[in-house]
C-alpha cells in the first residue's frame, strides 16, 4: 500500500501542477491579449505628424507585446523598411516565447499523468497475482483480491483525469496564445503600412 500512496500523491502533485501553471498561463496571456483600440489611431496620428517621441511614449507606457513590437519598429523608422521588418520579428519571437513559457509542460503532464496512473495499476495487479500464486493454501479471500484491484484501478482514474484536465487545459492555452499572436501579426502589418504610406 505505501507504493500506491506514493503513486496517487506522485499524481495528485501532477494535477495540483497542472492546474498551477493553467492558470499562471492563462491569466499572462488574458493580460498579453488586452489592448486599447485606440492604441493604433494614435500612432497612425503621431506618425502622421512625425512625432516618433510621443509615439514611443505611448508604446512604453502600453503593457502589452503589440506595445512593445511596435516601440521596435519605431526606434528603427529612417532605417529600410526590411531592417525594421526583421526587427519586428525577432521582438515577436521573443514574445512569442514568453507566450508559450512552460506551456509544453502541460503537455507532458496529459501524457505523464495517465500513464503514472497506469504503472500503479499493473503494479497492483503483478501483486495481487503474486499474493495468489504464493498464498499457502489454494484458497484466496476473493475480498483481498478483490481490494487490491480496486486499489490499483484508483490510480489509472486518477491518472486518467490528471490527463484530460491538463490535455484540455494544454489545447485551450494554444489557442488562446494563437489569438494574440495573430493580433501581434495583424497590428505589425498596419503598422508597416503605414511606414509605407503615412498619408
Not at 485606440?38 to 503589440?66: E, H, R
Not at 503474486?130 to 499457502?136: G, I, P, R, T
Not at 475480498?143 to 484536465?165: K, Q, R
Request: net charge negative; hydrophobic share 50%.
Amino acid at each position: 500500500t505505501e507504493f500506491f500512496s506514493q503513486n496517487l500523491l506522485t499524481v495528485f502533485v501532477m494535477l495540483f501542477f497542472a492546474m498551477y501553471l493553467y492558470f499562471e498561463r492563462l491569466w499572462a496571456i488574458k493580460a498579453a491579449s488586452k489592448m486599447d483600440q485606440n492604441f493604433m489611431s494614435q500612432i497612425k496620428m503621431y506618425l502622421q505628424q512625425g512625432k516618433l517621441d510621443n509615439a514611443k511614449m505611448l508604446c512604453a507606457s502600453t503593457q502589452s507585446p503589440v506595445a512593445r513590437l511596435i516601440e521596435k519598429g519605431i526606434s528603427r523608422v529612417g532605417k529600410p523598411l526590411e531592417d525594421i521588418n526583421t526587427a519586428i520579428e525577432n521582438a515577436g519571437k521573443l514574445e512569442v516565447y514568453k507566450l508559450e513559457k512552460n506551456v509544453n509542460l502541460l503537455a507532458t503532464i496529459s501524457g505523464a499523468g495517465p500513464m503514472t496512473g497506469f504503472l500503479g495499476t499493473v503494479v497492483g495487479m503483478v501483486m495481487a497475482f503474486h499474493e495468489m500464486a504464493s498464498s499457502a493454501s489454494n484458497k484466496i479471500e476473493m475480498s483481498v483480491l478483490a481490494e487490491g484491484i480496486y486499489t490499483a484501478m484508483m490510480t489509472t482514474v486518477v491518472g486518467l483525469i490528471v490527463g484530460i484536465i491538463a490535455y484540455v487545459g494544454y489545447n485551450h492555452l494554444v489557442s488562446l496564445t494563437d489569438k494574440v499572436v495573430n493580433m501581434m501579426e495583424v497590428n505589425v502589418v498596419d503598422f508597416l503600412d503605414l511606414l509605407n504610406d503615412p498619408a
